[in-house]
């Protein structure tokens, strides 16, 4: 079972993101998945772990039917009301590790927006969204880019540890770990993979058609994008 943290820090998150005008929202991730989806119209998106539910209502005006999968029911609980009016919009609390409650070979997108890190094991996600996925289908995951790690393992390996990154070690080691985040209020616990990590699971099942490195500083990777084909 996923550790469900975000009941915990659901106010925190939802104040910060809001409808999604905050920098990281409005700048890196949402350009990158409207740009993967283009400008056609869908029949079914899941948005899976749709969080406070800010990019909702926005596929609701590309898509026939949008379903909001999350395991937070404070989450599921602010989506709810940011999706008051649309008829179009269904939410269905989903413990991404389990079996999706979605039938097989009926969905046109399913987007995975910044939730994979937070998932202890990416495997069976993968073959639920081959499962639940049309021929052709899109499948687009968005996470932290494991790269935003390596600057700050430089420097604790000369004395300078960042103070966000409470547990750390090697890239190449995978494995649950603890950083402060949502603006240094609240401390996460998170999967650390590396871009292999990520990219491996998805690639048995389906093909990589294309792939983003964002950057906010211009300096270190922020957010690692890609868009996957069902075979």
């Known amino acids: 079972?996923?550790?469900?943290?975000?009941?915990?820090?659901?106010?925190?998150?939802?104040?910060?993101?809001?409808?999604?005008?905050?920098?990281?929202?409005?700048?890196?991730?949402?350009?990158?998945?409207?740009?993967?989806?283009?400008?056609?119209?869908?029949?079914?998106?899941?948005?899976?772990?749709?969080?406070?539910?800010?990019?909702?209502?926005?596929?609701?005006?590309?898509?026939?039917?949008?379903?909001?999968?999350?395991?937070?029911?404070?989450?599921l609980k602010a989506s709810k009301e940011r999706i008051v009016g649309s008829k179009n919009i269904s939410l269905l609390k989903t413990d991404l590790t389990q079996r999706l409650p979605i039938k097989d070979n009926s969905t046109d997108v399913v987007i995975a927006n910044m939730v994979l890190q937070y998932l202890p094991q990416i495997e069976s996600f993968a073959k639920e969204c081959y499962r639940i996925l049309k021929p052709g289908g899109l499948l687009l995951i968005l996470v932290d880019h494991p790269g935003h790690y390596l600057y700050a393992r430089a420097q604790e390996l000369i004395g300078k540890k960042d103070p966000h990154f409470l547990e750390s070690g090697s890239y190449f080691k995978e494995g649950k770990r603890k950083k402060k985040s949502l603006w240094n209020k609240a401390i996460l616990e998170y999967y650390h993979r590396t871009v292999s990590g990520y990219i491996n699971p998805f690639n048995l099942l389906f093909k990589l058609v294309k792939v983003d490195e964002n950057t906010q500083d211009k300096e270190t990777p922020r957010i690692l994008a890609m868009k996957f084909v069902k075979k």
């Open 1 to 75: 079972m996923v550790v469900n943290q975000w009941d915990k820090y659901a106010e925190i998150f939802d104040r910060g993101i809001g409808n999604g005008e905050e920098d990281l929202h409005r700048n890196y991730l949402d350009p990158l998945i409207f740009s993967y989806l283009g400008q056609k119209k869908y029949t079914t998106i899941v948005d899976a772990g749709c969080g406070n539910g800010y990019l909702l209502n926005k596929l609701a005006k590309i898509s026939t039917y949008v379903v909001g999968l999350d395991y937070s029911d404070k989450l």
